[in-house]
């Protein structure tokens, strides 16, 4: 039987990235997206256009989370906060503040709805692009998050119960930004469809932190980003 796995596909750069990581690995791609009301939306155009381009269409999901719009605390769901224009440098290691654009609750909540998915299509694997490096501070993108999310998974399921939990991968978690560049320009991602900038337009503004990291990324793996910026 044909393994599967679910990919937590926003349409960026990283949660591409982990698309090509899934098709490498073998696996039928189950690719799952949120609607939240994000300042971003367009990004779930891209995600779209990202799961046709792997073939898998016809099993992209996009489940809508708007009640997060409706608690806001973000400047990614709250339209009066805004989004900074920040530096692209990685965290140090001493945690400092939780940028505003950290959406509480963001990473839990998709990684239990993408738990639902595998389990009802029978997937062995949810794969999410969160990054411990190159990253923008957010504390549901560290690794004890998500050991933390993997063992209850593994008490909170049927499968897990029966001894085979669904694996949370997170193979871009060590790697800096250059890093991802380079590995997904290896595995021939089509970063062309993606966007990261958190202001949501057509042409990315280049000056959010998201935009940033991105661009410093292309930039240290000697590569130029292909998406159109102001």
């Known amino acids: 039987m044909t393994k599967k796995a679910v990919i937590i596909l926003s349409g960026g750069l990283d949660s591409t990235t982990c698309m090509g990581y899934a ?10 997206s949120f609607d939240y009301g994000q300042r971003h939306i367009i990004e779930l155009e891209n995600a779209r256009a990202v799961a046709e381009y792997y073939g898998t269409g016809d099993r992209y999901k996009v489940v809508q989370l708007g009640f997060l719009r409706e608690f806001g605390g973000s400047a990614l769901t709250d339209d009066s ?8 440098e990685p965290v140090p290691d001493e945690p400092g503040e939780i940028p505003v654009t950290y959406v509480p609750g963001r ?9 639902s998915y595998a389990e009802s299509v029978g997937a062995e694997a949810i794969y999410i692009g969160v990054n411990a490096l ?68 057509k042409e990315a503004c280049g000056e959010c932190d998201s935009c940033r990291l991105r661009l410093k990324g292309f930039a240290e793996a000697g590569m130029t980003d292909p ?3 102001k």
């Open 227 to 229: 998406i159109p910026y």
């Open 134 to 201: 190159d990253y923008s501070g957010y504390p549901d993108c560290r690794p004890e998050f998500i050991a933390k999310v993997q063992d209850v998974i593994a008490f909170a399921t049927k499968v897990g119960a029966e001894g085979n939990p669904i694996s949370i991968e997170t193979p871009l978690i060590h790697l800096t930004k250059a890093g991802i560049v380079a590995e997904g320009t290896r595995m021939e991602v089509p970063y062309h469809l993606t966007t990261s900038c958190y202001n949501g337009e």
């Open 81 to 88: 906060i805004d989004v900074p224009k920040m530096g692209a």
């Open 23 to 32: 098709k490498e690995a073998g696996y039928e791609l189950y690719p799952i």
């Open 107 to 115: 990473n839990l909540l998709f990684l239990s709805i993408a738990t």
